[in-house]
């Protein structure tokens, strides 16, 4: 068997453990950046939270942010009243309440939060369903 035989393996071993997200992404799947596609995560908060907010349309946005909070792609990232999911929850409580400040608050919180851990490990992260 040769090397690149082995290192391919290794690759669909470590994608169908889940751990393939922490692996360097090929120039032809770079997403997120000026002039790239949405990575799935990003076009999914663009297309379901960002654009019902630009509206007005808070009721959208509760609905958007409920769901988002399953998505945290880490259980340890789900931990305490600061996690992944009470953030969601609390922006989605907020945009129930017509609250547009404490939703923009919620989203700024979860970004500041996990944005740059989850670029580095999981920015190609298939969207829940």
Known sequence: ????????????????????????????????????KSCPLQGWMEDNVQAPLDDGNLKK????????ATFAPDKKWDEGDSGWSATAKKGAAAAKAGDLKAVKASCKTCHKAFRKDYKAKHRMRAVPK
């Open 1 to 36: 068997m040769n090397r690149t035989t082995v290192v391919w393996m290794m690759v669909g071993l470590l994608g169908a453990a889940g751990l393939g997200a922490s692996l360097p992404v090929r120039a032809d799947e770079a997403c997120g950046e000026k002039g790239q």
């Open 61 to 68: 946005v509760a609905e958007a942010l409920e769901k988002a």
